[in-house]
């Protein structure tokens, strides 16, 4: 059995962290499959990046980006630090404004302020700004972009004192 050992030394300011990520090799890791369905603007960016960074196919590049979103989900302390929700959303799918209010209020103690732009007849930009502990931040900020209906979220973080 090949292991691939990957030690990752993440400084992130005062934060560090020592994610060691062992992956096994493929012949010995059973493979599943599932189906995915994606919009087909999503589907050409894949390929795009599939392309941008050599990726033999598809599932490589998905696999690459599961982990490597898994990884930053470890960047997570009791640091305090500043930073941004960032989402858009079309308001005429679902209800992304009010679920996105009553999480707002659950983290009423980290928000700082909220702006909501109307972009478009249908898009919305909205920028939370939050300052709190990093991982309390990630919470919430997994909790708003996980709101069914948002086209696309991120948070960004930066150290605060
Ligand atoms: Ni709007």
Redesign the pocket.
């Known amino acids: 059995m090949v292991l691939y050992l990957f030690g990752i030394i993440l400084f992130y300011y005062n934060c560090a962290y020592i994610c060691v990520t062992i992956i096994k090799n493929n012949n010995t890791m059973p493979l599943a499959r599932f189906g995915v369905s994606l919009d087909e603007d999503i589907l050409k960016a894949l390929d795009g990046f599939v392309i941008e960074n050599n990726f033999p196919n598809r599932s490589q590049a998905i696999r690459h980006l599961v982990e490597k979103n898994l990884v930053e989900k470890k960047w997570q302390c009791n640091h305090i630090v500043a930073g941004a929700v960032v989402m858009l959303y079309d308001?005429h799918k679902g209800d992304v404004?009010t679920k996105s209010g009553d999480i707002q209020h659950e983290y009423f103690d980290v928000i700082l302020s909220s702006q909501?732009?109307?972009?478009s007849h249908d898009?919305?930009?909205?920028i939370v700004a939050v300052k709190g502990t990093a991982n309390r931040l990630t919470e919430l900020s997994d909790k708003l972009i996980g709101i069914k209906g948002i086209i696309h979220g991120k948070l960004v973080m930066s150290k605060a004192e």
Do not use: A, G, R, T
């Open positions: 308001h404004s909501h732009f109307h972009l898009n919305c930009l909205e």
